[in-house]
T-cell receptor, first 114, second 114 residues
Framework: GAGVSQSPSNKVTEKGKDVELRCDPI?????LYWYRQSLGQGLEFLIY????????KSGLPSDRFSAERTGGSVSTLTIQRTQQEDSAVYLC????????????FGSGTRLTVV | AQSVTQPDIHITVSEGASLELRCNYS??????LFWYVQSPGQGLQLLLK??????LVQGIKGFEAEFKRSQSSFNLRKPSVHWSDAAEYFC????????????FGAGTILRVKS
C-alpha cells in the first residue's frame, strides 16, 4: 500500500481482556517497528523486526506484551490481560532494508483500557 | 546513557517570526538524525534527515536543520512560521551500533500566535 496501515484506529477494552493491534507495512519494507506513545512517557520503543532475523524485543514492558510478524509483512501486537496503564497510542513504522533510510509511521491505534 | 534531549517542552512564536527548536544527543559516534512532526490526532511525519555530507539539510514545509558535531546538536529552523506549523516536533536518532531503532527526544510543542 501507499502507507503504513494500522487497525483498529481506536480500541476501548475492559481491564483484563486481551487485545490485538494490527500493522500492515509499506510493501518492500523489510523492517517494522512498534512504538508506544503515552502522556508523560513520550515515544517508547517496543519491538523491532528486520527481515528473517530474530526480533529485538528489548522494549517490551512486560511479558503480557508480544508481537509477531507473519510472512515478513503484517505484524500483530498482542497485549494480554490489559491494565489501565496500557492505555496509549500504539504506533507502527516500517523502513526499507538500508539502515536509517526514513521510517514511515502509521496513524496509530489509540487504546483505552477501562 | 545514550539520550536525545529537547530542552524546550513548549515554545510559542508569533506567526511570521523565525523558529529554532533545539536537539542535542549524547552519543560518541555520529548518528543518523531525524526530525518528525506530529499534528494533533495524527501520526508522525518525517520533516528531514541527516546521514552524512552537507551539515545543513533541507526538509519539507520550509524547514531546515543543521548538524553541528562539536555541539552534538541538530537544531531545526524555519525562517517564517505559519499558523499551520503548530504541532509537536520530535528529534530522533539512530545509532548503527545499537541496531536500527529510532530513539526519540521528549518532543517540543509549538504554539503559533497570530
Amino acid at each position: 500500500g501507499a502507507g503504513v496501515s494500522q487497525s483498529p484506529s481506536n480500541k476501548v477494552t475492559e481491564k483484563g481482556k486481551d487485545v490485538e493491534l494490527r500493522c500492515d507495512p509499506i510493501s518492500g519494507h523489510t523492517a517494522l517497528y512498534w512504538y508506544r506513545q503515552s502522556l508523560g512517557q513520550g515515544l517508547e520503543f517496543l519491538i523491532y523486526f528486520q527481515g528473517n532475523s530474530a526480533p529485538d524485543k528489548s522494549g517490551l514492558p512486560s511479558d503480557r506484551f508480544s508481537a509477531e510478524r507473519t510472512g515478513g509483512s503484517v505484524s500483530t501486537l498482542t497485549i494480554q490481560r490489559t491494565q489501565q496503564e496500557d492505555s496509549a497510542v500504539y504506533l507502527c513504522a516500517s523502513s526499507p532494508p538500508r539502515r536509517g533510510y526514513g521510517y514511515t509511521f502509521g496513524s496509530g491505534t489509540r487504546l483505552t483500557v477501562v | 546513557a545514550q539520550s536525545v534531549t529537547q530542552p524546550d517542552i513548549h515554545i510559542t512564536v508569533s506567526e511570521g517570526a523565525s523558529l529554532e527548536l533545539r536537539c542535542n544527543y549524547s552519543y560518541g559516534a555520529t548518528p543518523y538524525l531525524f526530525w518528525y512532526v506530529q499534528s494533533p490526532g495524527q501520526g508522525l511525519q518525517l520533516l528531514l534527515k541527516y546521514f552524512s555530507g552537507d551539515t545543513l539539510v533541507q526538509g519539507i514545509k520550509g524547514f531546515e536543520a543543521e548538524f553541528k558535531r562539536s555541539q552534538s546538536s541538530f537544531n531545526l529552523r524555519k525562517p517564517s512560521v505559519h499558523w499551520s506549523d503548530a504541532a509537536e516536533y520530535f528529534c530522533a536518532v539512530v545509532l548503527m551500533e545499537y541496531g536500527n531503532k529510532l530513539v526519540f527526544g521528549a518532543g517540543t510543542i509549538l504554539r503559533v500566535k497570530s
